[in-house]
Structure formats: C-alpha cells, structure tokens
C-alpha cells in the first residue's frame, strides 16, 4: 500500500518533469512531517509535496546564488518553474499535456444518440412517468481552495536520508540565504535547565519471550544479562564489526539463552546526550524505516546489511526522538495532532485536512463528545439559540448513523424525543438487492469512454479530456471542486420547464407498463438528462484528479433531525454550502421494476416511504426494455443519508444529476445530489420528488405535501 502510493507521488512528480530521486528526500521528510498522513500528501494533486520540493529547491538556489555571488557567477537559470496547482494553471498544463493529449477528439455531448436520461421518483411502488416529474439527481462538489500562500508556508526541511549524508542541510541553507519566508523550525533550543533526563536508556527492543513481538512501543527496558550468550555488535559507520560496546554511540546486542530466549537490544546512546529526546513511538519509527528503504528501493542490494539496517533503526529512533518537543508529542499522542497541526502550518493547511475524509474524521472523532457533538476542531460553528447537542432537549442522539462507513460522521437528532428511531440498513454505495444487472467491466470502457492518456489532475489540462465529453467538451466541475454553474443551471431549468427537445418516448413504456400491466398507456416522455461524466479507474488520472467528485463521497458536515410540520426526519446541513456543492449521492439497493413491484405489493399504505428512483436511462431506446431488466434504487430497507431527503416543490436547494463513473452506458448510474443555491448552515435540505399530485389515478397514493413553497403542487395543501 505505502509502496503503490508512493509509486504514485513519484509517478505525479514525474509528470511535472522532477526526477524520483529528488522526490524522494522531499516525500520522505513531509511524511515524517505529516505524521505519516498519507492523504495529506495527496491532496490536491500532491500540492504539498510540490510545494516542498519548490521550496527546497528556492531554498538551495538562495544558498547556490549567494555563492555564485560571491564567487562572481551569472546567475544560473531556474531549474524549474514552481507550481501552484490552485492558480498557475498554465505551468500545470503546460507539464501534463505531454502525454497526447493534442491528440485527443473531444466529441459533444450526445445525450440523445445513447439513449435516454431519464429517472423518476416512484411514490412506493408504479413508476410515475409524467413530463414534469422525471427528476432525479445527484451532485457532488468537493470544495477546494486555492488560497494556497505558498510565502507564508515554506516547510523546513532537512535532508532525510542520510543521517551522515547531505553536503548541507536546508536549515543551513535558509539561514545563510536571504530568504525572507517564514520557516518552520525542526526543533527550538532549548536552555540548558530545560534538559529532560531520561532514568532509562533511550532505547529497547526486548522481544525476549516466547510469543512477544517486536515492536511494543512501550518497552523500555535495555537488556538484561540474563543471557548465557551475549554479544555486543558495535555499529560504527564503517560496520566494521567492532565490539567495543563501551565506545560505541549506537549499538545492539544480542543476547540469548540456554533457554532459547534470544534478546536484541537497540542502544541509542545518544539519546542521552540529546536535548528534548523523547522516546517516539516504535511504530512510527518503523514505518518511517520502512517508507525509507522502500523509497531507496536498495533494501536488498549488494549495500544491504542486516547491521547496517539496525544502525538505521538506531538513527531514526534517535531522529524521530528527537524532534522538537510537540511534534514528538504527537507521534506519541495523536490527540495531539490538531496541536501540531496549528503550530507547523497554521488553519490553513488544517483547514485543507479536514476538508478530506479520514483525516477530518479522525478529528471529529477526537474531538467529539460522548453525544458526538462536534468541538472545535470542526468547521462548523453552530449558531447558540439552535443548540442541537443539547442533552436535555434531545432525548435521541446517534453521533453516527453511518456506523463509520462514511468519510464524515453523520449524526441524528431528535429535539422532541417523540419519534421512533428510523430502522433501515446504512449502506454508502448502491448494492444489488437479488435479480439486477449491472454489467461492469474494464472491457466495456472503449478508448473514447476514458482518458487512458491522462495524468494528475484533467482539470489542469489546457484541452478538457474524453471524460469531458458528456457534459459538452467541458469538465462539469470547476477547479474549487463545485458543479459550473452554466451546466447547473441547465439542470435546473430542464428540470423546472422540460420542453419537447428534451423529451425522448418509449415504444413500450415500462413506467406506464408498472400502472398498468395490460392496458398500458403511451409513454409521456422521459427527460434526456443532462449527465456527469467522471474518471475512473481506466483513466490514468490520478484519485486527486478534480474530475472525480461524487466518487470520493461525502464531505459536507450534514445532521439528520426530525423536522417540525408532518415530514418526518429530514436532512439539514451544519456547514453553509456554496451554490453547486455535492452533497451526496442517493445509495440504496438496486432491484430491478418487477422486484419493486413486488415489494409495493407488500408493504403496508400507512408506511413512510423512501422514494424509489427508477434509474434506466436506456428507457426510450429502440428496445424494449423488460420489468425484470430495468433498474431502481430503493432505499427504504438499505440507503444512505439521502432516504431523509424531504420533498419541496419547485424550489427544493438540492438537484439531482445522473453521475456516469463505471459504466460507460445509461443503463445504470449514480445520482447525486447538488446544490441549486447557496444553502445556510442549519437549513433542510429538499428535492422535488417530481410527484404529480394531480394523478389520483396513481396506484401509489401521494402523500398531503407539506413543503411550504409557495410553488406547492399540491392543491389540497393550498386550498
Ligand atoms: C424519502 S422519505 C424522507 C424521509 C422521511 N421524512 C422520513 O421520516 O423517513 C419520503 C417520505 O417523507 C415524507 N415527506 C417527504 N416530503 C414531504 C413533504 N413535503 N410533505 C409531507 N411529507 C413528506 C413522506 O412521508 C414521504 O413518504
């Protein structure tokens, strides 16, 4: 795992022309940095890593200019342009269009050619088929800023790999250039009173007994000589193999008995020599061992020695011991890592980790109560007279409904304590309930159906790639991770007002057929949708790329509460939501229109239902299509966050929009739910169903609508 993603991270920086072997210090220090995080790495297309790499580079040219100064050189030119990823799109482009992509053909949209976009809303069972109510969507904006202050955020980096190794370290390098930046300290001095002294000797590896393991982090004690053989391996640099234990700084000593218990001790004596040295983590030791050698790629060399790999071990217990004080804290002590977040980077970065999932989650949740009421650490501030993690008033609370499956916690709230908790199964992605056919396979993706050629981020390329040819030769996203608005806004508009153009009609409709099976009536038209067409896996863009939005799932701080008016639960959000967010996708189990017919059939008319979508776009096409192959999603049993959703008419904040990821036909998709305007933290969220409350000849009666538009559909309400 660690190996695929650096392989990735190099294979990025490649494309912006910097070789692995420069990548590799640089990754290897922001990982000890970032606390071995991954995802913080990656994020926006490794705009950390870049970021570094440009400022070690600016750093060492500061230090080379002066010199060539001194010594009376002309400058030399910049090896290297840096980039920020957020703004200088142009430098971007200008690295990741050297894959091809002038070749590329990008086609427009051809909604009406494959097929229909059409998904409605099925109250409980029949699929309705009504002109104005085939609306389904789904949208999904990740919002991601630019705001990056590349000035204020120059990382100090020392060189990582060789602990006897760099001509000069970037330290020195800072401190003789003129560089103005602000620098982040690997360590402050500290006064000589502030020494922390260690009672025990810095470092012990004791898997002596049967059955223990290496590694305990807590173990502390150096060996014992119990041993009935105890051989004392002095690691000198040259590993010559002296055994001047006494002399030697850092050492290691096997020692085993007649009993068969062997012991090997690691001694860092250093340690003791180190101001502020702090035992770290084992583990964390071992993983950065492990993320060195794997970035070196020579662990087995002709160089390899088993000494040399223990003296490694020695010198990056002592490294990583002896960080400044609160960064060695947080190796030991996660709850520290806000900390640390803020004093190395500032709310800035932190804001850019918590807006990605594992990270923001594991703050939540360091962060949270018992109740799971969101703290500090969280971006969203609730307003005082709406306190919703009040316990007296909130008889129901679940701090996460998602059971974790999801990359943000999504908690419940019941501020009246009178309603039943909702009984249904979490699930994050769409699951095949029994009989439906969704075909995917990497063989079914052509040429024309992904960008194989792609790299990083097609969203910096000059020229949209082939993904982009659903949504009219353009991305659909912008670069802050929000639906455009142009494309939005069609959405909105056919959605509101389909007029004939956007109408395609079935031969045999299986809508009308679900009314009624004998004497169907004719089809009244699906809406040709508008679609969203993400990278996947076939694409060789990377997960960061900013064309995969509703894929990488929910980010929004979302709450389930119980709403007041006679809607039951509903859905609010805890963050204010730009116009164009995704919000989430709407997941529950795939049946097929006969399974769902037949689960109409049994449940009860009082019962409060989710609202089926049908999902088969390929309605209208030339073939017809069979009850038992055309495709819903019901989430009234299996379902994510979006089974809260409440109606509204006409002008509900969210749309649904059919996302295309595996499957390069319309026979089965996502829908995801987007902004139609900015919404305020604390407001419900809605979509329009697309019920025609008029149609009382629908099987399924519609529920007395209580949305409270102005735009009401339902009569009933009104008069
Ligand atoms: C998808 S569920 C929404 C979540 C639901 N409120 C709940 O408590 O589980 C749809 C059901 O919510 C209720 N509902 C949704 N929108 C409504 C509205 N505008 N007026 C009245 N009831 C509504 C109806 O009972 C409907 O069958």
């Given amino acids: 795992m660690e190996k695929e993603r650096a392989l990735e991270a190099f294979s990025a920086m490649k494309d912006l022309g910097i070789p692995v072997k420069e990548v590799k210090p640089v990754l290897l220090n922001l990982l000890e940095?970032?606390?071995?995080?991954?995802?913080?790495?990656?994020?926006?297309?490794?705009?950390?890593?870049?970021?570094?790499?440009?400022?070690?580079k600016e750093n060492k040219k500061g230090v080379e200019d002066e010199n060539n100064c001194i010594m009376g050189n002309n400058e030399p030119e910049r090896p290297a342009k840096?980039?920020?990823?957020?703004?200088?799109?142009?430098?971007?482009?200008?690295?990741?269009?050297?894959?091809?992509?002038?070749?590329?053909?990008?086609?427009?949209?051809?909604?009406?050619?494959?097929?229909?976009g059409s998904s409605s809303w099925i109250p409980n069972a029949p699929l309705s088929c009504n002109r104005n109510d085939s609306t389904l969507s789904r949208s999904a904006p990740r919002e991601k800023k630019s705001t990056h202050n590349r000035e204020?955020?120059?990382v100090y980096l020392k060189h990582p790999l060789d602990a006897r190794g760099p001509s000069r370290s970037l330290r020195e390098n800072v401190q003789t250039s003129h560089c103005n930046r602000k620098l982040i300290k690997p360590k402050t001095e500290q006064p000589i009173n502030d020494v922390v002294h260690h009672p025990e000797p810095a470092l012990g590896v004791c898997p002596a007994l049967p059955g223990s393991s290496v590694g305990s982090s807590t173990e502390s004690h150096f060996v014992k000589s119990l041993a009935s053989e105890h051989v004392c391996v002095d690691n000198d640099d040259d590993a010559s193999g002296s055994n001047d234990s006494a002399t030697s700084k850092?050492?290691?000593?096997?020692?085993?008995?007649?009993?068969g218990e062997v012991k090997l001790s690691l001694s860092c004596t250093h340690a003791l020599e180190k101001l502020n040295f702090r035992r770290p983590n084992f583990d964390a030791v071992l993983k950065y061992l492990e993320c060195k050698y794997l970035m070196s790629g020579n662990l087995v060399g002709p160089e390899f020695s088993v000494k040399k790999l223990l003296k490694d071990l020695c010198d990056t217990y002592l490294k990583l011991g002896s960080k400044p004080v609160r960064h060695s804290a947080a190796i030991n002590s996660p709850d520290r890592v806000v900390n640390v977040w803020d004093s190395f980077f500032g709310n800035r970065?932190?804001?850019?980790?918590?807006?990605?999932?594992?990270?923001?989650?594991?703050?939540n949740k360091k962060g949270s109560n018992h109740s799971g009421c969101l703290n500090s650490s969280n971006m969203v501030t609730v307003p005082k007279q709406h306190e919703i993690c009040d316990k007296k008033r909130s008889s129901h609370r679940i701090s996460d409904i998602t059971k974790g499956t999801e990359n943000v916690q999504i908690s419940l709230v019941d501020e009246t304590g009178n309603e039943d908790l909702p009984k249904f199964t979490y699930i994050p992605h769409n699951l095949v309930f029994q009989n439906a056919y969704v075909h995917i396979s990497l063989a079914r993706i052509a040429d024309e159906d992904c960008c194989s050629n792609c790299s990083g981020d097609c969203l910096s390329l000059s020229i949209p790639c082939a993904c982009a040819c659903e949504t009219g030769g353009e991305f659909a996203y912008t670069r802050q991770g929000l639906l455009k608005e142009e494309f939005l806004n069609a959405c909105i508009s056919m959605k509101k007002e389909p007029c004939e153009k956007h109408l395609v009609y079935c031969q045999d409709c299986p809508l009308e057929r679900s009314r009624n099976e004998y004497y169907p009536e004719e089809c009244k038209g699906h809406?040709?949708?508008?679609?969203?067409?993400?990278?996947?896996?076939?694409?060789?863009?990377s997960m960061q790329c900013q064309n995969r939005v509703v894929q990488?799932?929910?980010?929004?701080?979302?709450?389930?509460?119980?709403?007041?008016?006679?809607?039951?639960?509903?859905?609010?959000?805890?963050?204010?939501?730009?116009?164009g967010t995704f919000v989430c996708e709407y997941v529950g189990e795939i049946v097929t229109n006969t399974e769902l017919d037949e689960r109409n059939m049994q449940c009860s008319g009082s019962e409060r239902h989710t609202y089926p979508v049908t999902l088969d776009a390929d309605w209208g096409s030339e073939r017809v299509l069979r009850d038992e192959e055309a495709l819903c999603l019901d989430a009234t049993f299996c379902g994510n966050v979006a089974r809260f959703i409440n109606h509204r008419c006409c002008d509900a904040n969210l749309i649904d929009i059919p996302v295309q990821v595996e499957t390069p036909d319309r026979h089965y998709y996502h829908l995801a739910f987007f902004t139609t305007r900015k919404v305020s933290a604390l407001e419900e969220l809605s979509w329009d169903y697309g019920i025609d409350f008029s149609d009382h000849d629908h099987p399924i009666k519609a529920f007395q609508c209580c949305c409270g538009s102005s735009f009401c559909r339902d009569v009933k309400q009104k008069s």
Avoid at 527 to 541: A, L, M, N, P, T
Avoid at 560 to 566: E, I, N, S, W
């Fill in 33 to 56: 940095l970032f606390n071995f995080d991954w995802e913080l790495i990656e994020a926006e297309n490794y705009r950390a890593l870049i970021d570094a790499y440009f400022n070690l």
């Fill in 82 to 116: 840096r980039l920020n990823l957020g703004q200088e799109k142009d430098h971007v482009s200008l690295a990741m269009t050297t894959s091809g992509q002038e070749s590329k053909k990008h086609s427009q949209p051809c909604l009406t050619d494959r097929g229909i």
């Fill in 152 to 154: 204020s955020q120059t």
């Fill in 527 to 541: 809406i040709v949708r508008k679609f969203i067409k993400e990278c996947w896996r076939k694409c060789g863009c």
């Fill in 552 to 579: 990488r799932g929910i980010t929004c701080q979302l709450q389930v509460f119980l709403t007041h008016g006679g809607k039951g639960w509903g859905l609010r959000t805890l963050q204010d939501l730009p116009k």
């Fill in 349 to 363: 970065l932190r804001k850019q980790a918590s807006r990605m999932g594992n990270s923001e989650r594991d703050m």
């Fill in 250 to 259: 850092n050492n290691f000593a096997i020692t085993s008995s007649a009993m």
